[in-house]
């Protein structure tokens, strides 16, 4: 395969602001889909079941549509970005509304095959 073929997986509309998930997502980037699934079951924060879900995703796709070997893969790129927002009010004072923005994420996984010395 070429130099830097990579493999995704988008899970969109995540309803959890970005930066939240930004907090998980930097803990993975870089480490081999194993690691970084190992990683996540073990950190506490709800973030880290989208961002599983989703390197999960990433991995599945490039062993039955490539037929990479999930040993080898690593996570090239991830990525949260902000997703739409739900404009919701609330009642305050003096008859005025207070404005609740109910925040969605995009993650974005790329996964590609490590390249090893030995091959050949």
Do not use: C, W
């Not at 889909?33 to 973030?47: H, Q, S």
């Not at 970005?81 to 995009?106: C, E, F, N, T």
């Not at 790329?110 to 030995?118: C, D, K, L, M």
């Amino acid at each position: 395969m070429a130099d830097n073929f990579e493999v995704r997986a988008v899970e969109k509309y995540i309803r959890m602001s970005s930066r939240k998930v930004r907090l998980v997502v930097d803990l993975i980037r870089g480490k081999g889909v194993d690691e970084a699934m190992a990683l996540l079951k073990m950190t506490p924060k709800d973030a880290a079941r989208a961002v599983e879900k989703a390197v999960n995703s990433a991995a599945a796709n490039a062993t039955q549509n490539f037929g990479l070997n999930r040993a080898d893969l690593y996570i090239s790129t991830i990525k949260s970005d902000q997703g739409p927002s739900l404009k919701r009010v609330k009642a305050g004072a003096r008859g005025r509304y207070k404005p609740i923005l109910k925040r969605s994420a995009h993650i974005t996984v790329g996964v590609a095959e490590r390249a090893t010395a030995a091959k050949g």
